[in-house]
């Protein structure tokens, strides 16, 4: 069960936060506002040292060349400590660490973070819940996992670069399984049909 401060939608601001992350093996104190301009992927998962996790936590530090290029950022949430943070950095991924990592890990140690994006169960983790925040700081993208499950680090990709293909193109709205440099639907009863037409 899922305790719940507020019900978070997209469309919503994203509730800002100060913490305490691990980057470039430092601790650093780090605020979700101070990254308005730029596109965040919010990626909370459960904990440190457990199976799952490395391999997303590691999968989206491998294409953050491509994330960045995109005008957009990566930060990682657990409910662990900083220290906890720092040690499985410290641990190579032949163990099951994380090794190098191009992004911060945040510490959710009050779990307050977890709480106020509605993702904090019972027995005090975090559900796997992926957020895509726009330069502006509002929601545009949630995706939220049970604690087995992987996320898709090229379906995030996807999504980041649809929503700002529309955020672009105001009169453009992109369909099932779009691609950049796919066609793109006109949002309109008339000029839609040229898109239905050639599918």
């Known amino acids: 069960m899922v305790l719940s401060e507020n019900c978070i939608q997209v469309g919503d601001r994203a509730p800002d936060f100060s913490a305490t992350a691990v980057y470039e093996q430092e601790f650093k104190q780090i605020k979700l506002s101070d990254y ?47 220290y906890c943070h720092l040690a499985w950095l410290q641990m190579d991924r032949d163990s099951g660490g994380l090794g190098h990592l191009n992004y911060p890990l945040v510490s959710d140690l009050t779990k307050k973070i977890s709480l106020s994006y509605n993702l904090l169960m019972e027995d005090g983790k975090a559900l796997r819940g992926l957020f895509i925040i726009d330069q502006e700081g509002i929601i545009q993208h949630s995706l939220v996992n049970n604690l087995d499950v992987g996320r898709s680090v090229e379906e995030t990709l996807r999504s980041l670069q649809a929503i700002q293909y529309v955020q672009n193109h105001p009169d453009e709205v992109c369909p099932a399984n779009w691609q950049p440099g796919e066609s793109t639907i006109v949002s309109n009863p008339v000029n839609s049909k040229e898109y239905f037409r050639s599918i």
């Open 36 to 82: 308005l301009g730029k596109y965040i992927i919010l990626l909370f998962y459960p904990l440190d040292f457990t199976f799952v996790c490395p391999t997303e936590i590691t999968a989206f530090s491998d294409v953050y060349e491509r994330i960045k290029s995109l005008n957009a950022e990566v930060l990682a949430i657990s409910v662990d400590s900083e």
